[in-house]
């Protein structure tokens, strides 16, 4: 009885992470149920709705209802928008729904942030306190700590998603669906759940209705996306992180100049193998499943400029906020100086999505900063096309800056950052660099590996891609099993999350 209670009960010490072998027993026993009754297109989305709430409750606990609470507000506000065609209430719906998604994500996500600037600037001591988590102890008789506010996992991801919907409806880009369960299916599907890709109605919607295809070429592709994605994950970004990266930027000034670069350098490969590993996997899981996401990273440092650095890097984000940001605000309709500080405006708002500091607001300024003055490049240099040197440089260029940014990305706080620029600049320790890179051979050996792969030609990747697909199912799980041997004796003894989790 006490394993079974532990099946269901949410334990926030076993949250089912894609690197957990609590996963893949769910997912094996989850997948081998979905091959009986797959069939029937009814019963295969109400089945993975239920695993979908299941998934989150074990990864999330109470906060379960808050995605529940964001089904039942965006279906009924999509439903109600449609229902009423009067330009005015529909857009008394659309502001009602915003306010309902922004709400809720400004409470859990920003509530310290902007408490910490009142206080600051009237001197006031005002203290936070989770009013949600009291009132569902009221209700329920629980005792949650409701001392302070914890950012519910995934809720930037399903809040983005839920406003697409709603907004796609005002636009008359889509119909609403007709079923609830159909569309609490769609905003929790738990696959990309709780870290993305960020998927549009309009790209998911269709599938719920469709038949379960899967050729035998593309259960390859799903099984190659798995295996790459934990390789990413636990090979390559938990190794450099906890054996280098973490340790520099816990303490930067114990560390060299030298270090502190290699440690800026190390968290850049880090946070891609990391967060495009989640999504390869999410992928794959999902076309096991029948699903297509979208994809959501294309090699983003073989970008030459930063404008496409964003065409490569977190797509589903960038996407979304240049269609629900950036050309609400009127884009490039309204003059240069305006599509200037839109774009701007719109990158310091990505900053904020990623978390409320004041790092993650400077983060944001950098890139839009270098945004807005490839645009005024553009403009002055319309006919100007690089070479292969002047992309060369540009890739050199466009990737140091990029990494300069993630530093205030990954400090903890703004003293953090800037002792690591102190190193850098002025403890740089030339004379050290031969022993240091003895000492970390083995972390810098994989660094370089890792951006060597990165940056190998794309005809080279479908090569070995083209390669395993094509190999007799034998070979493939043959080729699985010492991939998952390597994994296993690499692998940090505790389960690593992902870094956007906390986003």
């Known amino acids: 009885m006490e394993v079974i209670r532990d099946i269901f009960v949410?334990?926030?010490?076993?949250?089912?992470?894609?690197?957990?072998?609590?996963?893949?027993?769910?997912?094996?026993?989850?997948?081998g149920i979905f091959s009986i009754i797959y069939k029937n297109t009814r019963i295969r989305n109400l089945y993975l709705l239920v695993i979908s709430l299941f998934f989150y409750w074990k990864t999330g606990g109470w906060y379960f209802f808050l995605l529940i609470y964001s089904a039942l507000l965006n279906y009924f506000i999509g439903s109600a928008m449609h229902k009423f065609k009067g330009k005015r209430t529909a857009s008394f719906y659309l502001v009602l729904g915003l306010i309902g998604n922004l709400g809720v994500l400004f409470y859990y996500k920003y509530a310290y942030f902007f408490t910490d600037i009142i206080n600051s600037i009237f001197h006031t001591n005002y203290e936070i306190s989770d009013v949600f988590t009291d009132?569902?102890?009221?209700?329920?008789?629980?005792?949650?700590?409701?001392?302070?506010?914890?950012?519910?996992?995934?809720i930037s991801?399903?809040?983005?998603?839920?406003?697409?919907?709603?907004?796609?409806?005002?636009?008359?880009?889509?119909?609403?669906?007709?079923?609830?369960?159909?569309?609490a299916f769609y905003v929790s599907f738990f696959p990309q759940l709780v870290?993305?890709?960020?998927?549009?109605?309009?790209?998911?919607?269709?599938?719920?209705?469709?038949?379960?295809?899967?050729?035998?070429?593309?259960?390859?592709?799903?099984?190659f996306l798995i295996l790459n994605g934990l390789i990413k994950k636990m090979v390559i970004s938990d190794y450099i992180s906890i054996n280098f990266v973490d340790r520099v930027f816990e303490n930067p000034l114990a560390f060299s100049g030298f270090e502190n670069l290699m440690a800026v350098y190390g968290y850049g490969i880090q946070i891609y193998c990391d967060f495009s590993g989640y999504t390869d996997i999410a992928i794959g899981v999902a076309l096991l499943l029948g699903f297509r996401l979208p994809p959501n990273f294309k090699s983003p440092y073989k970008a030459s400029s930063l404008t496409e650095f964003w065409h490569r890097w977190h797509i589903s984000l960038s996407t979304w906020l240049r269609d629900y940001l950036y050309i609400s605000m009127?884009?490039?309709?309204?003059?240069?100086?305006?599509?200037?500080?839109?774009?701007?405006?719109?990158?310091?708002?990505?900053?904020?999505?990623?978390?409320?500091?004041?790092?993650?607001?400077?983060?944001?300024?950098?890139?839009?900063?270098?945004?807005?003055?490839?645009?005024?490049?553009?403009?002055?240099?319309?006919?100007?096309?690089?070479?292969?040197?002047?992309?060369?440089?540009?890739?050199?260029?466009?990737?140091?800056?990029?990494?300069?940014?993630?530093?205030?990305?990954?400090?903890?706080?703004?003293?953090?950052?800037?002792?690591?620029?102190?190193?850098?600049?002025?403890?740089?320790?030339?004379?050290?660099?031969?022993?240091?890179?003895?000492?970390?051979?083995?972390?810098?050996?994989?660094?370089v590996f890792a951006y060597l792969v990165h940056w190998l030609p794309t005809g080279v990747k479908k090569w070995y891609v083209d390669f395993y697909r094509k190999r007799s199912w034998a070979i493939k799980i043959l080729i699985a099993l010492l991939i998952l041997f390597v994994i296993y004796q690499v692998k940090s003894s505790d389960v690593q999350p992902f870094i956007y989790f906390q986003f």
């Open 195 to 223: 870290a993305g890709p960020i998927v549009r109605a309009s790209e998911f919607i269709p599938q719920i209705k469709r038949k379960f295809i899967l050729s035998r070429d593309e259960m390859g592709w799903a099984l």
């Open 135 to 154: 009132i569902f102890n009221t209700l329920t008789g629980s005792g949650l700590d409701a001392s302070g506010i914890i950012l519910p996992v995934g």
């Open 10 to 31: 949410y334990n926030e010490d076993q949250p089912l992470l894609f690197t957990s072998l609590y996963f893949w027993i769910f997912f094996i026993i989850v997948f």
């Open 330 to 447: 009127g884009g490039n309709r309204k003059g240069k100086f305006r599509m200037y500080l839109n774009v701007l405006i719109t990158m310091l708002l990505g900053g904020l999505w990623h978390g409320a500091s004041w790092q993650f607001v400077i983060w944001g300024a950098i890139h839009g900063m270098v945004l807005m003055l490839h645009k005024i490049y553009l403009a002055v240099m319309p006919d100007m096309r690089p070479n292969k040197i002047a992309r060369f440089f540009g890739i050199l260029i466009t990737f140091n800056i990029v990494q300069f940014a993630w530093i205030f990305f990954r400090a903890g706080n703004m003293d953090v950052a800037t002792d690591i620029i102190h190193q850098i600049t002025n403890r740089f320790s030339w004379e050290l660099i031969p022993q240091v890179i003895v000492s970390y051979q083995n972390i810098f050996g994989l660094m």
């Open 157 to 183: 991801f399903f809040t983005f998603q839920s406003i697409s919907y709603i907004v796609d409806i005002y636009r008359k880009k889509i119909e609403p669906l007709g079923n609830f369960f159909d569309f």
